[in-house]
């Protein structure tokens, strides 16, 4: 498994690990707790291609990139770990019921509100 770290100037922007695995190919990690297969799926049934694969992948970075985003966990009829990006194409949210001690894991590493993260900052170009 190899994996390339991308780490922001400022600490309250994510940092992003990109990860090549044997299934479902790349693993996108932001920030705490967020993580994205890509492809999402990986069945013949499905048929996401590699020029699909790119696509999420530069959108997917790009959108914590410049834009930030929030994690946490929140307690409604059960415990549910919530993504939300402002992503540069139109936002989007998700959220996923947690069971045992997967809450308690989560909590510690979201505290209170969660974490909202900033975009990362540009950095000035570099002369020869």
């Known amino acids: 498994m190899e994996v390339l770290n991308l780490v ?5 922007a994510a940092p992003v690990a990109i990860v ?3 299934f479902p190919g790349l693993l996108v990690r932001a920030g705490r707790t967020s ?3 890509i492809p999402s799926c990986g069945c013949d049934a499905c048929d996401e291609t590699l020029d699909d694969g790119a696509v999420v992948l530069a959108d997917h970075v790009e959108g914590i990139v410049t834009c930030g985003f929030t994690e ?3 307690r409604n009829r059960g415990w549910w770990h919530e993504l939300h990006d402002p992503g540069p194409h139109g936002s989007s949210s998700g959220r996923t019921l947690l069971h045992g001690v997967r ?3 989560l909590r510690i590493l979201l505290p209170g509100p969660g974490i909202s993260w900033a975009p990362w900052t540009h950095r000035a ?3 020869p």
């Open 8 to 12: 922001p100037v400022d600490p309250a």
């Open 103 to 105: 809450v308690s894991e």
């Open 35 to 37: 993580s994205t297969p």
């Open 125 to 127: 170009p570099v002369r």
């Open 20 to 22: 090549l695995t044997s």
């Open 72 to 74: 946490r966990v929140v």
